[in-house]
């Protein structure tokens, strides 16, 4: 179940978008999702569209895969949805005992709807493109001016990358403690709330256990390497912009103005 | 010259209560001295609590000698100034080849010693490749560490050490959790890595058909060095070895066996095809 | 007691990209008492196939009758199956859990709805069975050896009375003597309760003194279910899916291919020493 959730995932490939620095990635994603919340006309989510079907385009990524990322947020937009289509007022076009809909909510919860599926296509495509490990290089080199009022960026960055490596070892051994005690007679489905709340002591005990081994373990094999935090350490592969990297700012920028502008003067426009 | 020197070593588990008084004192090794040259393959062999593990950590400067002393490459371990350039040139593999693996694709872990030791980005592209090739495993350069098979990332893991140039690797029981091809990949590499790099092995392990092509092996037992010799010489004493808990290859047990029932067959034979032959000689005679 | 497979498949994510054909139409008997060695090369589906012994994975097709009962029909009860047929898992020291070894080994029994005094009945005889003494029953599991860890996990599955145990590699990671500790104690249970035993294992030198049958598998499928000496007969064969015969097979294979006149079917040191030595003093 765990595994079907496509979001966040990595997916291999050659394209410009996965060969952009990634700070580019992160920064352009900032601005795209600002972007979303300033115009409320037609044309701005034409532009928009545009805009996100040319760098899905650019990004090789197939829209199968991106797709099926977006099965998971169903629930959560039919939920926004609901909410938007029952509870905005306006002039009533539908009525049901106490159910009304209003074109105002009904024009709210269409916009609202597809507001958030660019939001989500827009952040899952840098996840897409960009492997975790240039996440958080990318996070370390912006957040850097944060040294200076003591954040240990380097830490908080490694702390990340390790998680990530971590993270499917440790869900592929919850599913194996699961099957252990499940062989013992251990029942993780029924019952009511503290039954189940107690049946996970079995799981969690080991788990954390095993965790714990794994970091002592891990502590050790970094310093064995000597490993002795971020000072005098030099990267593999650096962060250094080029051209392409200079040319995508540009791309988001002229986006951006275009959609301000529309913002403005869109109204006119119609 | 030696590559490492350890002179009247011991060193003390001391378990302490909450109080913080001393509960249990726990000699894991008791006095050992023994000497490595540079560019030799040894092996350390003894059951789980012999003490092997114990002695691999103080090379690397993991763990510091209660009594005596260890010398890297002349470099005492015991003076914190010389810490980071022991684990330079003593480098370390562990047991469990997932937790030492600390980044998501395999280049950028093996790059990862040669980041610590502030190497230029280029050359670190350089060792990475070189590493990952002495090891067989450049072809999976771009993988994840988690789609690797057991033995494949202990082969990372080797690379990630040689990536930081060392003279000499220590492996701390490297093959405990990999399955007899896995074991075979992990000791072929090794052994490469002896021959053609030059780089001096300790191989700790419990497995005595890794040892056959040691120059030199250790037993161990209770914290002590308790045999010594060249693997022919160990292998010849197949009771002995026995005693200390630990178990010699079919074929040396068989041979062993057979000489003591009367034939005439040289001491420590070691593969099927020495034992062949020295029964075809007989045979022939 | 008896295990029958009926021509089953299972598929790792079955219709989707990702889907990989783990095991394919496995079919075999397993008789009571008997003790079985299943071998097979890292991902051939040994662990897979194991799992659908006791009901953890679920066929995607074909038939699993135990006692003559198909499990997969509507009312059968698949957490009693899991307390006749116990499965020991790779490093099962790895589901220790509880503060004391008696308390954890009495998990299993009281998951079984048991009384409090038949729990621990069950849970002391089963500590017994593997060797772990009164003076280690009130210690955390925590600070046991390796080895000893690893017998109070088994006896964790031991005290649910199974009438099938299954082990999957329960030597890995043990030295020498702590390997052969287990193993006869494994061949002990065997012996004495006339249990039935499937033990996973990569050392063929291990299960050469122990198993009655060799169930090889190879890329999901049984290759072969014979008599250990016959399955290392075919020790070429063995090599080609990455498995190997005991080291004194090769040797006396090695002898018989120089022309000397020696039988080819010893498997342990015993058995070659004596076909040795009636070849020397001819």
């Known amino acids: 179940m765990i595994r079907d959730i496509t979001i966040g995932q990595y997916y291999p490939s050659n394209s410009v978008l996965h060969r952009l620095d990634p700070r580019v990635k992160l920064i352009g994603t900032f601005i795209f999702i600002v972007s979303l919340f300033m115009f409320n006309t037609l044309y701005g989510y034409i532009v928009v569209a545009l805009f996100l079907g040319a760098v899905i385009k650019l990004s090789k990524v197939p829209f199968r895969f991106i797709a099926r990322g977006m099965k998971a947020i169903v629930v959560l937009m039919l939920f ?8 905005t007022p306006g002039n009533t076009i539908f009525e049901l005992w106490i159910i009304k809909v209003t074109d105002n909510g009904l024009r709210q919860a269409v916009f609202m709807g597809i507001r958030l599926i660019f939001l989500i296509l827009g952040s899952s495509l840098m996840t897409f493109t960009t492997t975790p490990n240039q996440l958080t290089d990318g996070l370390e080199k912006i957040m850097r001016p944060l040294n200076h009022i003591k954040v240990p960026v380097h830490e908080i960055s490694m702390m990340m990358s390790i998680a990530l490596r971590f993270i499917p070892i440790l869900l592929e051994e ?28 079995p799981l969690l005990v080991p788990l954390f256990v095993s965790a714990f081994r794994r970091a002592n373990d891990l502590a050790m094999a970094m310093e064995a390497r000597c490993y002795r935090g971020g000072d005098g350490r030099t990267k593999m592969k650096p962060l250094r912009y080029q051209g392409k990297d200079y040319a995508a700012y540009a791309c988001v920028l002229v986006y951006f103005a275009a959609v301000i502008a529309l913002g403005i003067f869109g109204d006119q426009l119609f | 010259m030696e590559m490492i020197k350890v002179k009247d070593l011991s060193f003390e588990y001391i378990r302490r209560d909450e109080d913080g008084n001393v509960e249990s004192i726990n000699k894991a090794i008791d006095s050992i001295s023994l000497e490595v040259n540079k560019g030799d393959f040894i ?16 090379i690397n400067a993991i763990l510091y000698p209660t009594e005596g ?28 080849p997932d937790n030492q693996i600390i980044a998501t694709v395999v280049e950028e872990d093996v790059g990862f010693g040669p980041e610590n030791l502030g190497v230029p980005t280029e050359e670190i592209w350089e060792r990475v490749e070189q590493s990952l090739e002495a090891v067989g495993m450049l072809e999976f350069r771009n993988s994840s560490p988690n789609k690797l098979s057991g033995g494949q990332k202990q082969r990372v893991a080797i690379a990630g050490i040689m990536a930081m140039k060392p003279q000499c690797i220590v492996l701390d029981e490297p093959t405990a959790m990999l399955d007899p091809n896995g074991r075979k990949e992990v000791i072929a590499t090794v052994r490469e890595l002896n021959r053609r790099e030059n780089v001096t092995v300790i191989l700790i392990t419990h497995h005595m058909d890794e040892v056959i092509h040691a120059d030199k092996v250790f037993v161990m037992e209770r914290g002590r060095v308790m045999m010594e010799g060249t693997p022919r010489e160990i292998f010849s004493r197949v009771d002995e070895i026995k005693k200390y808990r630990l178990d010699v290859p079919q074929v040396t047990e068989l041979a062993y066996e057979l000489k003591k029932a009367g034939v005439d067959l040289p001491d420590g034979i070691l593969t099927v095809e020495e034992l062949v032959e020295a029964i075809k000689r007989i045979k022939s005679r | 007691m008896q295990i029958i497979f009926d021509k089953v498949n299972y598929i790792y994510s079955d219709g989707t990209a990702f889907s990989r054909h783990a095991i394919k139409d496995i079919s075999f008997t397993i008789n009571k008492g008997e003790f079985i060695g299943l071998i097979g090369h890292t991902g051939s589906g040994k662990s897979t196939l194991i799992q659908h012994m006791n009901g953890l ?58 009384d409090k005094l038949e729990c621990e009945l069950r849970a002391y005889e089963a500590l017994k069975m593997v060797g772990i003494g009164d003076d280690l029953l009130d210690a955390s599991p925590f600070e046991l050896s390796g080895g000893q860890k690893r017998r109070v996990a088994i006896a964790g599955v031991l005290a649910m009375r199974p009438e099938v145990l299954i082990l999957d590699e329960p030597t890995a990671g043990l030295d020498p003597r702590g390997r052969d500790d287990i193993l006869e104690k494994i061949a002990y249970l065997h012996r004495e309760s006339g249990m039935t035993i499937i033990l996973v294992t990569h050392s063929m030198e291990d299960i050469a003194n122990y198993a009655d049958r060799l169930f090889v598998m190879n890329r999901g499928e049984l290759v072969m279910q014979d008599k250990a000496k016959a399955v290392f007969s075919h020790y070429k064969e ?22 000397f006149q020696v039988s080819t079917d010893a498997t342990t040191v015993e058995e070659a020493r004596k076909e040795l030595l009636g070849l020397l003093q001819r």
């Open chain 1, 174 to 201: 919850t599913d194996k403690i699961m099957k252990a005690q499940m062989a013992r007679g251990a029942d993780f489905e029924s019952g009511g709330v503290l039954k189940r709340a107690k049946s996970l002591i």
């Open chain 3, 238 to 259: 063995l090599e080609k899916m990455h498995l190997a015969a005991p080291q004194v097979t090769y040797v006396m294979n090695a002898l018989r291919d120089q022309g």
């Open chain 1, 80 to 87: 926004m949805m609901f909410f938007n289509l029952f509870f």
């Open chain 3, 57 to 114: 994975i679920k066929a995607t097709d074909g038939r699993i009758y135990f006692n003559g009962q198909d499990i997969y029909e509507k009312n059968y009860n698949l957490r009693s199956l899991r307390s006749k047929v116990g499965l020991v898992f790779q490093y099962p020291e790895h589901q220790l859990f509880e503060t004391t070894v008696f308390k954890d080994v009495v998990f299993g029994p009281a998951n079984l709805g048991l």
């Open chain 2, 69 to 96: 002393g260890v010398w890297v490459n002349g470099l005492n371990t015991a003076e914190d100034r010389n810490l980071w350039e022991i684990r330079q040139t003593a480098g370390m593999v562990f047991q469990n």
């Open chain 2, 43 to 58: 092996a350390v062999l003894g059951a789980n609590g012999s003490g092997k593990s114990t002695l691999a950590k103080h």
